[in-house]
């Protein structure tokens, strides 16, 4: 029998690097050294914040570009990076880099930000709480979803997986342990990086009570 | 006080957060240290701040260093310098700051597992460190400092454990981790809580402000970096348009003897123009501050260089948009277009004025997402939450995934 599924919330405290960027070029020349935590937090910490309204871009890297340099094209194509087709850090910083190189092949380098805003650096500590709610079969699962914050379907799917190196997100995982591999392809074959939290609970939700 | 009675105001998921670090950090003592007990935003969230800590079964306590006026001069010149806009610290006003910080590392009792010192104004106090986590809290923006001030003290600050800068541009390259916490404000305090038509009306009528015609209000300690000269100058750009009133409401802080110099740089530009309401708040007036805040049609942060500037947090809290310079803290607080305007110059404050002015409903939504950005993101537990975490990061260096 699959071990009960136990979820945690989760909050981050953010850490300065004390390192900023204030062109494309230094921006470049960070990205290729600061920590793995780092390129996660700018890829993520969108997901575990709440939003009145939501930036235009679910990464920080691309704001920035698109805000402080004022180069569109390559906001677009950072933007479009997909964390969710890696399963490491370093290959996701990997294609950051590409990218933004291939772009400077062609276009030449936009101008600096302005004083005060540069990209700073940041990284998160992450806070695991467990919630004391706990999921033995798909129907107690379906309940425990509604119940947990947004913080927690943030970590069981993007931060188990990509930060903590796991293969798959953690609720692909329980249901592959219940021997339901149709969920848990349907979980995988989503778009996860175009919804907040509150959306892909939702989703995630009415998949599994659909298919319990 | 009691975490219980922000149930229903703040995330839940923030107060289960903080009973779980808590049960954690049980009877650990933690001391709080800054140079002034009232006046001024850090006062007034220790006064908060610490008590919700003790009612969490953590042992917290708050001390206030004790200056001189020559000292407060200095240290006003320091956080001046740091914030990028300073004259020359002599040799004699150094060693006025050395002697203060000395007498009161003799005085005072420092032992605690986690001592924090707000501000350059105690930050000498580290020379006493022999245990526990020290932890130095900037308010300010040091983003740009005076490179020589800085210098001299960093290597201060880099005897800490570890700083928390309330803005990430404020992060400076020392050897110590450094950590991002905005500040904030508590809904159930005097300044916040809700008040009744009533008793918003008897504030206006004490200070003589009719409520006749649309209030535009700027709250602050009467200093150059809150521009409240530019301020004036931006009404008066409205009033050829919009018949409207400003009130400029400061208080006095003990630790702050430029104030006197600004109020009477504003009351000379303010003239004897009757719309023109210029208030000199005593301490204790946050019953006062929070009406004017409710009173008011908009509110005006209109700083050329701020900390965080939580005054705008207040003004959101209370669903009012606010026009706030493009510094410090103001950006993460107003979200351009939606909970305010962001203003780059006395024209700029102007246009954005007459356009909320013509503009009612837009005013109510940027106030309603305000609220909502506050309640979010600003509340005291989510400050007390990020302290705690703080500590716990503390216990467990190196860690970046932390399991409770």
Known sequence: MAEPFKFYECLALTRLMGRKASDIIEFLEIIGQISPESIFHHMHQYFLRRHVIAPEFSNDFAVWIADSLGERSLAEGVANLNPYEFTNIEDARKELIRIISEHLKIYPPPRPAAPGKEFFFTEGVSFLIPTGLEAKDLDEFARRIKEVDGTSIYFHFYEARLRLGKKEDDFSRFFEGLGRTDLADKIKAMDPYMYSTEVLRNKISGLVEGLA | ??????????????????????????????????????????????????????????????????????????TKGLHNALQGKGKQITKRMWDIYESVNGRNMDRMNLDADYVIIHDPQPALLVGKKKSGNWIWRCHIDISAPDRVVWHFLKGHIEKYDAAIFSVSSFAQSVSIPQYMMHPSIDPL??????????????????????????????????????????????????????????????????????????????????????????????????????????????????????????????????GKPVIGGNVGGIPLQVIEGVTGFLVNSNEGTAYRIRQLLVNPEMARKMGAAGREHVRMNFLITKDIKSYLALCLAMEKKGESVIYL
């Open chain 2, 189 to 318: 305090s005097d300044k916040n809580v809700e008040l009744s038509e009533t008793e918003i009306a008897e504030v206006f009528n004490r200070f003589n402000i009719p409520m006749d015609k649309p209030i535009l209000l700027q709250v602050s300690r009467f200093d150059p970096f809150k521009d409240p000269l530019g301020v004036i100058d931006a009404y008066r750009l409205v009033k050829k348009y919009h018949n409207c009133r400003l009130v400029l409401a400061g208080g006095a802080a003990s630790d702050d003897p430029e104030g006197a110099r600004v109020l009477k740089d504003v009351l000379e530009k303010a003239g004897n123009d009757p719309d023109i309401h210029v208030l000199l708040l005593p301490p204790f007036s946050d019953k006062e501050i929070n009406a004017l805040q409710r009173g008011a049609a908009i509110v005006l942060q209109k700083s050329v260089r701020e900390g965080f500037g939580l005054v705008v947090a207040e003004s959101l809290w209370k």
């Open chain 2, 1 to 74: 006080m009691n975490l219980k009675d922000y149930a229903g105001i703040s995330e839940q998921s923030d107060i289960r957060a903080i009973e779980a670090m808590a049960a954690k950090l049980a009877g650990r003592t933690i001391l709080h240290v800054n140079s002034t007990a009232v006046g001024g935003g850090v006062a007034e969230l220790l006064s908060r701040m610490v008590p919700l800590m003790n009612g969490l079964g953590l042992n917290a306590r708050w001390e206030v260093i004790r200056g001189t006026k020559a000292f407060f001069e200095v």
